[in-house]
């Protein structure tokens, strides 16, 4: 038996709650995992809360698309994947069914990638979803190239802060976006280039302080809401602006700024395909390697705080960084 975190029916987090069970077995082309660290996503809280973007399977429905431990069975037909390999989850969509809250899960061969050597549980959970998002946003979908400025907003997320480092590390020119000026020395910190404070800033006159007076080349924005039309018009002519989340979650008005490329951006679109994946694994692991690439824990709790760990997810309150669980 083994320790699984399911929830009944959408709302609060105290709809969460653990059960034991039967631990699964792995089928053909399908590897078990002992799970050692989650990471925890928005996307979590939405599918939990009822306002995600797909329903979900209820009752007894899982959660978690990010994870880390060791593969401790193997199906048949599974190469290159053995007993003892310590891996990454990649994509989960069916995450409701084989979500990683728990103490194993079953997944597709195809959806773990080796663990990088040298990452602890803890760090390897923060990885692959903030990283692959920023990898998958700025350089598969908006083609980004060294010398872009890059206008980043909701930089202090965990998603925020891998796009910055990965902007750093092919040379483009990474502007962070932050509701707030206190977190500037920070961001700074992080690798951005400039750092742009709305409490303090005006968003459109920094931009071009920054970037020269034809705007960022490309606006990766994790915010959308009200702002989308401002934030629109900091673009260059012929600019690109990926629209990758949904931290405020007001409606957006459609922007008037043209000639501009938009893309609503979800990373399974690249996750779900393992040609793109061996492209972000590399990229990942090159900048680990050099040390470009710097994955950040905010708090690690235990499974059995899962409920708590929703509500300070909730509360906003985190500093940069993932929040993980430890199993
Ligand atoms: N497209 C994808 O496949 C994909 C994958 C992963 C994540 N995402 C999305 O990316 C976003 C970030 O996710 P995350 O888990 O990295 O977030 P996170 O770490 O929880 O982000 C927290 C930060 O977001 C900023 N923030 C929170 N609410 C905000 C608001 N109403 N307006 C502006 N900024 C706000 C705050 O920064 P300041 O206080 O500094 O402003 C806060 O420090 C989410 O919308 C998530 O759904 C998308």
């Given at each position: 038996?083994?320790r699984?975190?399911?929830?009944?029916?959408?709302?609060?987090?105290?709809?969460?709650?653990?059960?034991?069970e039967?631990?699964?077995?792995?089928?053909?082309?399908?590897?078990?995992?002992?799970?050692?660290?989650?990471?925890i996503?928005?996307?979590?809280?939405?599918?939990?809360?009822?306002?995600?973007?797909?329903?979900?399977?209820?009752?007894?429905?899982?959660?978690?698309?990010?994870?880390?431990?060791?593969?401790?069975?193997?199906?048949?037909?599974?190469?290159?994947?053995?007993?003892?390999?310590?891996?990454?989850?990649?994509?989960?969509?069916?995450?409701?069914?084989?979500?990683?809250?728990?103490?194993?899960?079953?997944?597709?061969?195809?959806?773990?990638?080796?663990r990088?050597t040298?990452?602890?549980?803890?760090?390897?959970?923060?990885?692959?979803?903030?990283?692959?998002?920023?990898?998958?946003?700025?350089?598969?979908?908006?083609?980004m190239?060294?010398?872009?400025?890059?206008?980043?907003?909701?930089?202090?997320?965990?998603?925020?802060?891998?796009a910055?480092?990965?902007?750093?590390?092919?040379?483009?020119?990474?502007?962070?976006?932050?509701?707030?000026?206190?977190?500037?020395?920070?961001?700074?910190?992080?690798?951005?280039?400039?750092?742009?404070?709305?409490?303090?800033?005006?968003?459109?006159?920094?931009?071009?302080?920054q970037?020269?007076?034809?705007?960022?080349d490309?606006?990766?924005?994790?915010?959308?809401?009200?702002?989308?039309?401002?934030?629109?018009?900091?673009?260059?002519?012929?600019?690109?602006?990926?629209?990758?989340g949904?931290?405020?979650?007001?409606?957006?008005?459609?922007?008037?700024?043209?000639?501009?490329?938009?893309?609503?951006?979800?990373?399974?679109?690249?996750?779900?395909?393992?040609?793109?994946?061996?492209?972000?694994?590399?990229?990942?692991?090159?900048?680990?390697?050099?040390?470009?690439?710097r994955?950040?824990?905010?708090?690690?709790?235990?499974?059995?705080?899962?409920?708590?760990?929703?509500?300070?997810?909730?509360?906003?309150?985190?500093?940069?960084?993932?929040?993980?669980?430890?199993?």
């Amino acid at each position: 038996m083994a320790r699984v975190v399911v929830f009944d029916e959408t709302g609060a987090p105290d709809v969460l709650h653990i059960v034991d069970e039967p631990v699964g077995e792995p089928a053909a082309g399908e590897v078990r995992i002992k799970i050692e660290a989650i990471g925890i996503n928005r996307l979590d809280e939405l599918l939990r809360a009822g306002t995600g973007p797909r329903p979900v399977r209820l009752p007894h429905a899982r959660l978690g698309c990010e994870g880390t431990g060791i593969i401790d069975a193997v199906g048949a037909d599974v190469e290159g994947l053995g007993v003892g390999d310590a891996v990454i989850v990649t994509a989960l969509p069916t995450m409701d069914i084989n979500g990683t809250y728990a103490e194993y899960t079953v997944v597709p061969a195809n959806a773990v990638i080796p663990r990088p050597t040298g990452l602890d549980a803890a760090t390897a959970a923060a990885l692959w979803v903030s990283y692959s998002t920023a990898y998958g946003a700025l350089i598969e979908k908006a083609r980004m190239r060294p010398g872009d400025h890059v206008l980043i907003t909701g930089a202090s997320s965990s998603a925020g802060l891998a796009a910055i480092q990965v902007a750093r590390q092919i040379g483009a020119i990474p502007l962070a976006v932050t509701r707030h000026s206190a977190k500037k020395a920070a961001l700074s910190e992080a690798g951005a280039g400039a750092v742009i404070a709305t409490d303090e800033d005006d968003l459109l006159k920094a931009v071009q302080q920054q970037a020269g007076p034809a705007g960022a080349d490309i606006i990766l924005d994790f915010v959308m809401g009200p702002g989308l039309a401002e934030l629109a018009e900091a673009a260059a002519f012929n600019g690109t602006l990926v629209s990758a989340g949904y931290l405020d979650s007001r409606p957006a008005p459609f922007p008037m700024k043209a000639p501009l490329t938009m893309y609503r951006y979800m990373s399974f679109e690249h996750t779900l395909d393992p040609t793109v994946v061996r492209r972000i694994a590399a990229f990942l692991t090159a900048g680990l390697r050099t040390g470009a690439l710097r994955p950040a824990v905010d708090r690690v709790f235990p499974l059995d705080d899962i409920v708590a760990v929703h509500r300070y997810m909730e509360q906003g309150q985190q500093r940069p960084g993932k929040i993980v669980v430890s199993v």
